[in-house]
């Protein structure tokens, strides 16, 4: 005999009887909320809408499917209007929620009926998500000062209106646009987060957004305490701490990609990488610790969550490390594999880890090969991160991020010729 679940997943998606279902649920989930606030709008009210979205839609008649949106959309004015007379400011925001809520959960049943079964289910969790967390919301919109809300409208512009403007695929010397503009969407993205910690921790912020930022891109997090640095010169020990701990966070990315892709594989296990990524990682650990007062509560007064100036200016000059590459790897591309790894390191260690991890697993490199590889391209990603620093004003900024970086370079390749002997 078959079970339930058997049962439950034999049945097709595209069978209207499920999609019915489905649409009444989701109906109902979205009224869960107005009915535990008590709104005139309730469990049962928004399911029977979900359902006459979804029996509008499978009748096929454009007439009913437009007569069915304008009386949700009647009903829901009334409910508007109800609200703009109440003499509660509270009851007004409520009632005007639970009347779009209603227009929400005819276009769910709408959906799901129409085959867009994941949009529909998107669409109602969300719309549940922003009726839950209403009070949330506003103490958040409420605390926003005008910079910070600049800030925010600018984000929203560099990532959701110009990157899906950008041409797709790469134009000369291999530049991508999206690839491009995403390093400063990035940028921007790494500096709200981490302009969000230093507010609740200070100065310790910018470790965590340092370590964490850089698991996503190490290179934009200079960019980020370029900037951070440019508001707050008393801010620059943090800086240089946080850009090593992006180090730090960007070894234990390349080791554990090494060591993960090639662990239970028939050939040996990338071993060779631990010692000197190893140094990197607990190198930069310790100088952060030592160039920077953790135990100190240092109050960062930053001005604004990002500069939209400084990101675009960090995006021209990692275009021009890309071109760069690009030209010297035209150049010199028949010094084989380590060149390669060397320049494409200026850009993504990572992808040089991936292939190189690929390409000994596919046996086109040894395993001494493919750790030099990996090594070189994360030895080519602190580099660049210390150069891209002489654009600071404060050039001991720049030369501090660079002598520490030389430190951890030289005791990265000391104990990389010690595991070789």
């Not at 000062?145 to 899906?164: K, T």
């Not at 992006?246 to 010692?275: H, Q, S």
């Not at 100036?309 to 790897?329: E, M, P």
């Not at 030369?399 to 070789?420: C, E, K």
């Amino acid at each position: 005999m078959a079970s339930i679940v058997d049962v439950l997943t034999s049945v097709p998606l595209d069978s209207h009887v499920v999609r019915i279902v489905l649409a009444g649920a989701l109906g109902l989930f979205l009224g869960l909320e107005r009915e535990w606030s008590h709104k005139p709008a309730g469990i049962r009210t928004l399911t029977l809408i979900s359902l006459l979205g979804a029996v509008f839609t499978l009748v096929e008649h454009d007439v009913l499917l437009l007569l069915g949106g304008l009386l949700v959309i009647v009903q829901g004015i009334m409910l508007g209007v109800r609200g703009l007379m109440a003499d509660q400011e509270e009851e007004e925001g409520l009632s005007l929620t639970t009347s779009v809520s209603m227009l929400v959960a005819f276009g769910v049943g709408v959906l799901v009926m129409e085959g867009f079964i994941l949009e529909g289910v998107v669409v109602a969790v969300l719309s549940s998500l922003l009726l839950v967390l209403k009070r949330e919301l506003h103490s958040f919109a409420w605390g926003l000062s005008r910079e910070e809300m600049q800030s925010a409208v600018e984000f929203s512009i560099l990532a959701f209106v110009i990157y899906p403007l950008l041409p797709e695929g790469e134009l000369a010397y291999g530049v991508q646009p999206r690839v491009v503009w995403l390093m400063v969407v990035t940028v921007a993205a790494i500096g709200i987060v981490n302009y969000a910690v230093v507010k609740t921790y200070g100065g310790r912020g910018i470790a965590v957004t340092g370590f964490f930022g850089g698991l996503a891109s190490s290179t934009a997090v200079v960019g980020t305490m370029l900037d951070h640095v440019k508001q707050r010169p008393e801010a620059a020990s943090y800086g240089v701490a946080a850009i090593l701990l992006a180090d730090a966070a960007m070894a234990v990315r390349n080791l554990a990609i090494a060591l993960a892709f090639t662990f239970g594989e028939t050939k040996p296990i990338l071993y060779g990488a631990v010692l000197p990524l190893g140094v990197v990682i607990l190198g930069s650990v310790a100088i952060s610790a030592y160039v920077a007062d953790w135990s100190e509560q240092v109050d960062i007064d930053l001005e604004s969550p990002f500069s939209l100036r400084n990101a675009l200016s960090f995006g021209a000059i990692f275009l021009l490390v890309i071109v760069a590459g690009a030209v010297a790897q035209q150049q010199f591309g028949s010094a084989g594999f380590y060149v390669t790894a060397l320049l494409s390191g200026l850009v993504s260690s990572a992808g040089v880890t991936s292939s190189a991890v690929l390409l000994y697993l596919g046996g086109n490199v040894d395993a001494g090969t493919s750790v030099f590889a990996i090594l070189l391209a994360t030895a080519s990603s602190i580099t660049v991160k210390a150069a891209l620093t002489l654009s600071a004003p404060d050039r001991t900024f720049a030369y501090r991020v660079a002598a520490w970086s030389g430190v951890l370079l030289a005791g990265s390749g000391i104990a990389a010729v010690l595991a070789t002997l």
